[in-house]
Nanobody
Framework: QVQLAESGGGSVQAGDSLRLSCVIS????????MGWFRQAPGKWREGVAL???????TFEPSVKGRFTISQDTAKNTFYLQMNNLKPEDSETYFC?????????????????????????WGRGTVVSVSS
């Protein structure tokens, strides 16, 4: 079974940086889509940064230019580098991976974006940014 574990959250000041990590275990295929979502109390979860198996990335507009998503396939790990953090970035961040394989989604059949419905999720890591 696939399991995900996030780490790297914390309490920082505006303008600081953090790098979140997501370690994936039990993965026996190449997922089509993976990435990061966030959620604040009383709000719906929103997509932050997604990447598909072709390397195409999608960022939520407010983080574009500040956040970067990357991966280390040898370690089954992917990352969210967050620079110039702002108080509005203070949310719980979750990593997620698609059940669909890259092969399943060849030819533009599948969607990997901010509203993707992914199947495997971590438990979250809290980011708190003070001004």
């Amino acid at each position: 079974q696939v399991q995900l574990a996030e780490s790297g959250g914390g309490s920082v000041q505006a303008g600081d940086s953090l790098r979140l990590s997501c370690v994936i275990s039990g993965l026996t295929y190449r997922p089509y889509c993976m990435g990061w979502f966030r959620q604040a109390p009383g709000k719906w979860r929103e997509g932050v940064a997604l990447v598909d198996s072709n390397g195409i990335t999608t960022f939520e507009p407010s983080v574009k230019g500040r956040f970067t998503i990357s991966q280390d396939t040898a370690k089954n790990t992917f990352y969210l580098q967050m620079n110039n953090l702002k108080p509005e970035d203070s949310e719980t961040y979750f990593c997620a991976v698609d059940q669909a394989t890259a092969e399943d989604c060849s030819g533009g059949v599948c969607y990997c974006g901010l509203s993707s419905d992914l199947q495997f999720w971590g438990r979250g890591t809290v980011v708190s940014v003070s001004s």
